[in-house]
């Protein structure tokens, strides 16, 4: 045999079992970018020697074999696939054939011929199907399978919300085969992982893989429990007239019932679809599902006719494909970052991959956990994904290419930037009385501040724009000033001098006096922006807020207990004990005096506890806080209104506690408080109700109510005011503005190209406004500009 035809027969062996990975068994080995080189470099070893095409080739048929489990469909009309153009030139390539097979003067290399029409529309990641309709009824359904021989889903099908059992209006034709792609949405495919995280279930890796594994259960219910959606792009075998073009036979079918992509368009020309495809891609992240590419066919079904088809796709359709997001590269080594936190995390070193169009040399393996779910080893090839503006991920390991040298990934025992020890994080998980310590999956330098790592790391957390705003204190300059031990915490910044800053490389006498003045504007920062930007563990900007807005005074949150905080809103007993142990710490204690004192730092919107927390507290309420074994709620309001006192409680004799209880919680409560530090724990948190005036004896202020209390808001899409600006402006009116759609949002603000977010909105029925109605909002309701 020749080394071509032993290429070609490797080749064909490779392809032949990415195919069985991909449309078998749902579990792609490779990524896409890598299965079109290897496709394109047969297709090239064909064309040069035809001698040596066989029918079994991938270049000939679609590729996959139907499951056993599922009956065999037979295509009357085969589904195809389609050609894909990676490049504008391959794309003039196309438009100049189309032309040229359609004789169509002009058709050169400078595409000076007459304007071809094209429709345009997303090209949708998932499964490729087909519905049987007869006489409007839905009959069967069918996978593509190999293009020839597809499997029989028909009762899976029927479960997709979107997929019409009977067709709507009349004129339909005696038989109708409807072609598309069932997907699911992004929101769908995280609100699936979770579920299926949260029950021990198998979790996919993207939605492709998720929709491919639902629509092709041997259970129709597990399909019917998962968010798939059929989109139709046309059609197979049709025993009347459709109309007579791409475009129309489409919205004719949209009037029947058939969904078909929003995006759908009319391109006339090759510049027309260029434009068409720079747009999606621009939007490509904020829509509601994935997409890798954009399908351009020849509107006009006549013409599509008379330029006919290959062997395994048509002349009159391309698929213009974005750049990859995954591709294949090898990793060269594993280094460790120190984060803030201490946090010391894994960072893949790669051999230099373009991905989406961006050359990567690193990426995340996020913690030890991961690496051993990956298994991976340095010397792997590995699948990195890059999703926009996403940080690079490695996504899986290409088993079969592991070299024999390849070596495992191991943490290192001491910090690689201060040498201090490196220790497994354990979760402490607290209820009634118990506590229960189990491994983390993060690992910390115990160093703290005296590592050089997490020092910067904190300072540049300090300083940033949504913390203490101090302009010009960019990373290269924290880390300039770390590393020439100018300052060892936040504290010493506001100690900086003029010969100091004009030392350092970068500053003349006209930057070093602005980032002086900035220093100086810093000194009177909000409640919120002071405690998010002190980088408490597990507090992020909104539980800042939360804090500053309900207790109103750092005094009171660097006093108050666990679960005192825990009568505040979503902050649960495990963030209370962090933000506790954060205040309790005494270096933390000596920066924030040094800040407040020597720095001159003056905190704004300082004042009375919230009056929404005024008495918010009672003692049932209280006593369930104290999470005594055995006994819930209902047995700690029992004693409340039996006892009417803490001291009461604790006083109670053995009798009135028995009749107050049944004898296995009334020996829990006794037991409990006769306990070490029990009985006094309870009377600090009562003590501290009443200092912070939310005691049930304390006064109850009057809540003056806000417009919008109670309220979820959502922001999304591409607004032209600033997203800070109008969140600020609907927490003032009292409303929490989150960061994802749910049954609970009260109403989404949605700019030019909202995606998930204002797809699930417009699923759940909840209220959308534009931005100009927004705005209309603001002004003529609260008198609220937002410029």
Sequence with gaps: MTDVAQRISALRQELDAHNYRYYVLDEPSVPDAEYDRLFRELQALEAEHPELVTPDSPTQRVGGEALGAFGEVRHEVPMLS??????????????????????????????????VEYSCEPKLDGLAVSLLYENGQLVRGATRGDGSTGEDISSNVRTIRNVPLKLQGEGWPQVLEVRGEVFMPKA??????????????????????????SLR?????????????????????????????????????????????????LARGVQDCLAYYRDIGERRMSLAYDIDGVVFKVNNIEDQQQLGFRARTPHWAIAHKFPA???????????????????????????????????????????????????????????IRRAGDVIPQVMAVVPERRPDDARPVHIPEQCPVCGSAVERTQLIKRSKGKESVSEGSVYRCVGRLSCQAQLKQAI????????????????????????????????????????????????????????????????????A?????????????????????????????????????????????????????FFEDAHNQQVIDALLGACGLQLQEEGELSAEFSAVATLGGMLDKLNIPSVGPGATQKLAERFGSLEAVLGGDWLDMRQTLPERQAKAVREFFDGEGNAQRARAIEQQLRDFGMHWESEKKVVEGLPLAGQTWVLTGALTVNRDVAKDKLEGLGAKVAGSVSAKTHCVVAGPGAGSKLAKASELGIQVLDEAQFRSFLRDKHQIELD
């Excluded at 040229?100 to 011929?113: E, I, K, Q, T, V």
């Excluded at 995280?190 to 929709?211: D, I, M, S």
Aim: proline share 4%; charged share 25%; glycine share 10%.
């Design 217 to 265: 259960q041997l259970d129709p219910k597990i399909t019917a429990s998962r968010p798939l959606e059929f989109c139709c792009y046309g059609v197979g075998q049709v025993s009347g007239e459709l109309p007579g073009t791409q475009v129309a036979m489409l919205q004719q079918l949209k009037a029947w019932g058939i969904p078909i992509s929003r995006e759908l368009k």
């Design 82 to 115: 389609l050609g894909n153009a990676f490049e504008e030139d391959d794309l003039h390539a196309f438009d100049r054939s189309v032309q040229s097979g359609l004789g169509l003067a002009g058709g050169d290399l400078f595409g000076g011929g007459a304007e």
């Design 460 to 527: 540049i957390h300090f300083v940033s724009r949504r913390a203490m705003d101090i302009d010009g204190l960019g990373d290269k300059t924290i880390e300039q000033l770390v590393d020439e031990k100018l300052i060892a915490s936040p504290a010493d910044l506001y100690q900086l001098t003029f010969e100091q800053i004009i030392g350092l490389e970068g500053f003349a006498e006209v930057s070093s006096n602005k980032l002086l003045a900035a220093i100086e504007a810093s000194k009177r920062p909000t409640l």
């Design 325 to 383: 997001q995954e591709e294949l590269t090898e990793l060269l080594d594993v280094e460790f970052q120190v984060g803030r936190t201490g946090a010391v995390t894994p960072v893949a070193r790669l051999k230099p991959v373009k991905v989406a169009g961006v050359m990567v040399a690193n990426a995340t393996l996020h913690n030890m956990d991961e690496v051993a779910r990956l298994g991976v080893m340095i010397g792997d090839t590995v699948i």
């Design 529 to 581: 922006r002071f405690i998010y930007a002190l980088g408490i563990p597990d507090v992020g900007e909104e539980t800042a807020k939360v804090l500053a807005r309900s207790l109103a005074s750092l005094a009171r949150v660097r006093q108050a207990l666990p679960e005192v905080l825990t009568y505040l809103p979503d902050i649960g007993l495990e963030v209370a004990h962090e933000i506790h142990s």
């Design 188 to 213: 769908g495919f995280e609100e699936l992982n979770a579920r299926q995280a949260e029950t021990g279930g198998k979790t996919f890796a993207n939605p492709r893989n998720a929709a491919a594994g």
